[in-house]
């Protein structure tokens, strides 16, 4: 079945550490992106992709890193730079924009940190 | 740069009554539109969309027009279901980038 697949669910690390959160897609899309949903202010856009090998920052993006090597993947480091990073973290991916192709989302990563 | 302000939650509602939930929008070239749905725990899904103006986006009972006059795209259902509870998002995809913004998101109560 074709998806996307964000891993782990749920994910804890203490303050200070860097952590990595996984986003997989086999639907052949070229764009992905990286959401930070925290209570009361939706989705912030974090990072987004239109090509492999190509990323631009989205408004959040002070304190997060991205790699695209593949047009699968679109992993995001959360550096200890992030101020805040305890949040809920949405990965989205959509095939190139004629027409207003729609997103399609995984299931998210709760990270904690301690 | 593009925004989305919706209107904020949360919607309480009873069975069988009407919804209106308001989003106007910002963007440069020709956008288009789309209201997504999170219920609890999980990411979001599609509801509906629309792509240019006077262009209508229909699913499930809900519908939403996209307005270039006013840079609207309300969401309404004629009778909400207890189902219906979730949070609503509308957003909006960039004419001349695939850049996509999320407004704040309204969470609708249904009552039986």
Same mark, same amino acid.
């Given at each position: 079945?074709?998806?996307?697949?964000?891993?782990?669910?749920?994910?804890?690390?203490?303050?200070?550490?860097?952590?990595?959160?996984?986003?997989?897609?086999?639907?052949?899309?070229?764009?992905?992106?990286?959401?930070?949903?925290?209570?009361?202010?939706?989705?912030?856009?974090?990072?987004?992709?239109?090509? !492999?090998?190509?990323? /631009? #920052?989205?408004?959040? +993006?002070?304190?997060?890193?991205? @790699?695209?090597?593949?047009?699968?993947?679109? %992993?995001?480091? !959360?550096?200890?730079? /992030? #101020?805040?990073?305890? +949040?809920?973290?949405?990965?989205? @991916?959509?095939?190139?924009?004629?027409?207003? %192709?729609?997103?399609?989302?995984?299931?998210?990563?709760?990270?904690?940190?301690? | 740069?593009?925004?989305?302000?919706?209107?904020?939650?949360?919607?309480?509602?009873?069975?069988?009554?009407?919804?209106?939930?308001?989003?106007?929008?910002?963007?440069?070239?020709?956008?288009?539109?789309?209201?997504?749905?999170?219920?609890?725990?999980?990411?979001?899904?599609?509801?509906?969309?629309?792509?240019?103006?006077?262009?209508?986006?229909?699913?499930?009972?809900?519908?939403?027009?996209?307005?270039?006059?006013?840079?609207?795209?309300?969401?309404?259902?004629?009778?909400?279901?207890?189902?219906?509870?979730?949070?609503?998002?509308?957003?909006?995809?960039?004419?001349?980038?695939?850049?996509?913004?999320?407004?704040?998101?309204?969470?609708?109560?249904?009552?039986?």
């Amino acid at each position: 079945d074709g998806g996307i697949t964000q891993s782990p669910k749920y994910l804890f690390r203490k303050e200070g550490q860097n952590v990595t959160l996984s986003c997989e897609q086999n639907l052949n899309h070229d764009a992905m992106y990286w959401y930070r949903q925290d209570p009361g202010q939706g989705l912030r856009l974090i990072y987004y992709s239109q090509i !492999v090998n190509d990323f /631009q #920052k989205g408004d959040i +993006a002070e304190g997060y890193s991205v @790699s695209r090597e593949k047009k699968e993947s679109f %992993p995001l480091t !959360v550096t200890s730079a /992030q #101020k805040n990073p305890t +949040a809920f973290y949405l990965c989205a @991916s959509s095939p190139p924009g004629q027409g207003g %192709p729609e997103a399609f989302f995984g299931q998210g990563t709760r990270l904690t940190v301690v | 740069g593009d925004s989305v302000t919706q209107m904020e939650g949360p919607v309480t509602l009873s069975e069988e009554a009407f919804l209106t939930i308001n989003c106007t929008y910002t963007a440069t070239g020709y956008p288009s539109l789309f209201w997504y749905v999170q219920y609890p725990g999980e990411g979001l899904q599609l509801l509906l969309k629309a792509t240019k103006a006077d262009d209508k986006g229909s699913n499930k009972g809900f519908e939403a027009t996209y307005r270039k006059e006013t840079t609207s795209f309300h969401l309404e259902k004629g009778s909400v279901q207890v189902s219906d509870s979730a949070v609503y998002f509308c957003a909006v995809r960039g004419g001349n980038t695939d850049k996509l913004i999320f407004g704040t998101g309204t969470r609708l109560q249904v009552f039986p």
